[in-house]
């Protein structure tokens, strides 16, 4: 037998009903935080007629997207051409005060190889507009497909539980991403795929 247990674990079989508790606040917790990220992608929907909505990471991946229908299957490539979105909608980012979280705000494209010459289009049309408001340029970060990303500040329990100010705290940058969109959309959706040089 190689486990052994210590006096940690002790301590944690002498609380273990609290423990317990605090296990089932933690997924009611998570419960909340979905049901609010839900209502405001739909929300998103509602007062931006032709958006599309993805959710269906919210439970696992803690992020969500909206997206033009237009750009839903652009040019018939199977790609949402660009997404908008908020990630890391977990109570552990939320609440993490240093640099490295990932509760954000984003303008995303489905990048890929195949798609690159699409994608290399939309980085010359970015380089020439202004981003959403509030957003930062992202297009040479890390993350692969990132173009904008706005990092949303901690949020302390009270403003948390509060489901009011949560819902808007969510959903303004939302609304500046499509703002943004439709603002130059004319552009987007023109986007030729740009000739590559293969070497």
């Known amino acids: ?31 909340y935080l979905n049901e ?19 959710i269906g990471k919210l439970e ?6 909206v997206y033009p ?12 051409f660009l997404k908008f979105g908020i990630e890391g909608i977990e109570p552990a980012q939320i609440v993490r ?3 490295n979280g990932w509760f954000r705000a984003y303008v995303y494209g489905d990048r890929s190889e195949q798609h690159e010459a699409l994608f290399s289009a939309l980085d010359a049309l970015i380089q020439t507009v202004p981003g959403p408001n509030g957003f930062d340029l992202d297009i040479n ?14 949020l302390a329990p009270d403003k948390l539980t509060d489901v ?24 987007i959706v023109a986007i030729q795929p740009t000739r590559i040089e293969r070497v």
């Open 60 to 65: 696992k991946e803690h992020w969500f997207d």
């Open 141 to 154: 970060g890390p993350g692969v497909g990132y173009y904008y990303t706005k990092q949303l500040s901690p």
């Open 164 to 187: 009011q100010y949560l819902t808007s705290y969510l959903l303004e940058p939302l609304v500046s991403a499509v703002e943004w969109y439709n603002k130059h959309s004319k552009e």
């Open 69 to 80: 229908g237009v750009l839903a299957n652009f040019r018939q490539q199977g790609i949402a």
């Open 36 to 54: 609010v990220a839900k209502t405001v992608a739909a929300e998103t929907v509602r007062r931006y007629p032709g958006l599309l909505q993805e």
């Open 1 to 31: 037998m190689n486990s052994a247990l210590n006096e940690s674990h002790v301590c944690l079989i002498k609380k273990w009903s609290i423990f317990q508790k605090m296990k089932t606040s933690e997924q009611e917790i998570e419960k």
């Open 97 to 99: 005060t240093d640099a």
